[in-house]
């Protein structure tokens, strides 16, 4: 430990604020009088409407000071020995200077990412679970919760897989089943999900006799005479499989990127030879898990899933799907086909702040098998104790707070209707803005959506025509060109901050060394229409005219 | 996919509520009339008051209604296909149906787990973090919060090992270091410091040229020459230490628990004698790291860290301190000396919803090397690009929520010297707790506080004389008599409602055959006073008396 503190004794700004007993009583208790009560309503008020007013005043996405100005304020690392500031000031201060220098992630400008506006009722109902702080980790801080927490994750296992009342009947307060868990976001679904197919997979044996879990990677890959597992994904999948890959010890290289074909969807065949050249030239590889995308992160874009589930029974192997960005679509009949065979899938990936338009962050994973998740139990003395209902007994997390509260009221005030509704604008305004694009002759579409994703680059027709008839290294030498126009576009229309898309790489013909930057569109927030998606392509039209044309030259 | 849609169009309740397109524009605005903004203010003020007031009228932790009965309440699986309450009856819902059955974690009264009342302000905080929608993955989703992240994370970094100003000034804001990381908990905390130590332990090098986290543990221990890799930490140290190893492949049987002594600290000359056995015994053994606990989730107790600290540096192994529960102790002048040794330490994981006493769900890990995060980055193409300050390069979680927000809000309002008050409060009630304990002759203290958790038993002083001279039969017969009474005294007083202990078990001289089970109690709550726990204590009396005298007899 230290031997001198860390801390001090002058206090900036407020020197007459004293850290002592009865001012911690006082903010630990709501205080009884009207008249504070009437204060801290107050403070809310300007919670939620300064930062409103705030946001809506200030269309933009985000001002215009450069990062090395912001970082040069913030670098102040001695804590006050005593209080800096009163709530009222912190408030104003979180309105007044640090929401200003905020993302405005909820303008229908912002169209790059997958982070958007939240319905406001999200906030009134994260403040209730925060008032509450149950922990869902045990049922000793959480009772009733952990039990709604448990339907409503049958409440979507039943969007997903659709079983039979009976089924839910049983399943959905057993305490030996999980039809799904809670997470913290994709990335920790993900991991759950190849952490579960790799204990599956390694199950104690003849002199192995604890399973993978207890004795390690090493010892089951020589118990099961195993060399390496492997992950099969497309191209298109998300870099968390990857990150889950390595952290299990199984190896990020060994998530192995399928090409794609046109669509952007796997290439079946291209899986298939992977699988037929494992098999026979490598016997000691274990293919651990066959991974279909459903709405991949740069693209939109949705596996095959019914092929996948086929090839993955055939060869005995996990079969997870990533929905975290599609899995909402269920809820649309209109387009719910496009994740057909979602339900064939051992588990489910889905986020609970991407299209459930929850706060950040929310994660879940969802199982067919209700006792699938037994592989990676835990127990405590003091608390998930053997045959308890603890819901921490099977998450990788701990403590964790009550998002489930959060989704089942927002199931009941949105109604699946309104969560269709919102699915149906995002595709369709997508599919209006691929055409716009199309339509307009400085850009080429990259990949048409087919949820609600979309990307496309700058690329002047006399430069596509030259495009069409290169050798490769002349189309390597144009996309170069463009890469760095269509880079230096998404930088100025950003640092502009009157509208935001994203940018990302695809590669031609799935060579990578032929990367390709184009511009993302994610069109999520349902203030986003068309006329918004035009003025935005008008900027870059003008961006490219004034600054960037003459690279092209 | 499913053929049939798994939602209905019967709604429950409200048969009026449609969703249609205006419903969400409304939802999605904050309306702009007075009259609607009013309104959605008194929501909040049900919600910050109805809870508080339902909480103080019901002093109770929970009420008698079995997890059964709550069970069969929870068991519709059909997710409406029109909303099915407006935002108004959803708040009154929680307020009237799911608080009253949910855990009163705020009382006074509840001293038994680590979760607690926190701060009116807290909830505040998050409801500013909440509609502001931060997603501090990357700079284009946060801005200026992903700044404010990195100087408050260099605040505690401080705090911790007090390195020079200068150091500070260069590492605060640099895109290329990193003090420290917010996580999901304690459990992803913990994860992370193994994955690290993991990674930088098996390094890439000739025939192993991209290292463990590409080509996995096996390839690394086949590279390296190492059969398996342990991990040495006190019985006392948190299962996710255990869960930790398991998820990385690593093994969870190598979490090796080392015996403790009398105080409950690690027995040192065990350590060294564990140590010298693997060394001379297991040369294809690699010792990983070791764990110091500052706060043990059952005892509270405070491993010798200098020590530690020495023997990890003699071995060159990876130095861990899990202060998920202590770390605040260094806030206070008065005892920060029990976590002596811990700025010695590679890594420590503090958690925010402990005793900084913030809103679920927020962990930490520090560490000493501003670098020793750079084994295990992730790179996308859309996302934290090479270079980029995008904090989510170095973390386990990919979206994550700007708790940093509130952890430097709440900071500036208490200053180091309100935690400090907490902080003494707690341990100097703990110790008053403990005498009172031992002056009770039905009681007997287990372990004695160090910081503010004790655990004890009943025992009444008959018995306690005959285990004084008991042999090893007769007293493993007596404890599991006692055993039972302390289980059912802790059930019985649960499920009155009144007030919470928990309940752990601990081994009589490390031996695993000899299990005690124990009431533990943690002071948190800074309006837990003496008297408070002297009425647990008498409740206690009274339900030994009534329901479990007699089987003692």
Chains 1, 2 share one sequence.
Not at 114 to 141: C, D, G, Y
Not at 179 to 208: C, D, I, M, S, Y
Not at 508 to 523: E, G
Request: with cysteine.
């Amino acid at each position: 430990m230290s031997e001198q503190t860390a801390t001090t004794n002058q206090p900036s700004g407020h020197s007459d604020l004293v850290a002592d007993w009865d001012r911690l009583f006082r903010v630990f208790i709501c205080p009884e009088g009207q008249a504070s009560r009437a204060t801290l309503i107050k403070y809310m008020d300007r919670i939620l409407y300064g930062l409103n007013d705030f946001l809506k005043t200030n269309v933009g996405i985000t001002e215009a000071i450069s990062l090395k100005d912001l970082s040069e304020r913030f670098t102040d690392t001695v804590i006050n020995e005593n209080p800096e500031k009163k709530l009222a000031d912190v408030i104003t201060c979180l309105i007044k200077d640090i929401a200003p220098h905020a993302v405005n992630v909820s303008s229908p400008y912002f169209v790059g990412h997958m982070t958007s506006a939240i319905p406001f009722f999200m906030v009134h109902l994260k403040t209730i679970i925060t008032a509450l702080n149950q922990n869902v980790v045990k049922l000793e801080t959480s009772k009733v919760v952990s039990v709604v927490e448990k339907q409503v994750i049958a409440k979507i296992h039943r969007v997903i897989y659709n079983n039979t009342e009976a089924f839910y009947r049983q399943h959905v307060q057993n305490a030996d089943s999980t039809l799904g868990v809670f997470t913290e976001g994709g990335t920790t679904a993900n991991l759950t999900a190849l952490w579960t197919a790799r204990n599956a997979k390694f199950q104690p044996k003849n002199g192995f006799s604890r399973g993978i879990e207890a004795e390690g990677l090493a010892a089951a890959y020589r118990a099961w005479d195993i060399d390496r597992c492997v992950v099969l994904v497309s191209r298109r999948g998300h870099y968390s499989l990857r990150k889950a890959a390595g952290i299990l010890g199984i190896g990020n290289d060994n998530v192995i990127p399928i090409d794609i074909g046109k669509n952007n969807r796997i290439d079946l065949s291209c899986l298939k030879r992977t699988i037929r050249r494992l098999e026979t030239e490598e016997p000691r590889t274990c293919i651990l898990a066959i991974v279909g995308v459903a709405g991949a992160t740069e693209t939109g874009t949705v596996d095959p899933l019914e092929d996948l589930a086929e090839i993955s029974a055939r060869i005995n192997t996990h079969f997870h799907v990533d929905a975290a960005w599609g899995g909402p679509t269920l809820f649309s009949k209109k387009y719910r086909h496009l994740l057909k065979g979602i339900s064939l899938a051992n588990s489910v990936t889905m986020d609970g702040h991407k299209q459930f338009y929850m706060p950040m962050s929310c994660g879940m994973l969802y199982l067919k098998d209700p006792a699938a998740l037994d592989v990676i139990a835990y127990h405590a003395n003091y608390v998930n104790r053997m045959g308890s209902v603890d819901l921490g007994i099977k998450t990788l997390s701990g403590s964790r707070e009550a998002n489930s509260l959060i989704l089942d009221s927002a199931l009941k005030i949105m109604g699946a209707k309104g969560y269709a509704l919102l699915i149906d604008h995002g595709i369709e305004t997508a599919a209006a803005f691929a055409e716009e694009i199309k339509r307009r002759d400085l850009f080429e579409l990259m990949t048409p959506p087919v949820l609600n994703i979309l990307t496309y680059r700058i690329c002047p027709p006399r430069i596509r025509a030259i495009l069409n008839t290169a050798d490769d290294d002349q189309r390597r030498a144009i996309n170069e060109k463009l890469n760095t126009v269509n880079r230096r576009l998404q930088t100025i229309q950003r640092e502009t901050g009157k509208s935001f898309v994203s940018r990302t790489t695809l590669l031609h013909n799935n060579n990578p060394n032929d990367a390709i930057v184009v511009l993302r569109s994610v069109i999520m927030n349902p203030m986003t229409t068309l006329a918004i998606l035009n003025e935005i392509l008008d900027e870059q039209e003008r961006i490219f005219e004034r600054e960037l044309k003459g690279l092209l030259e």
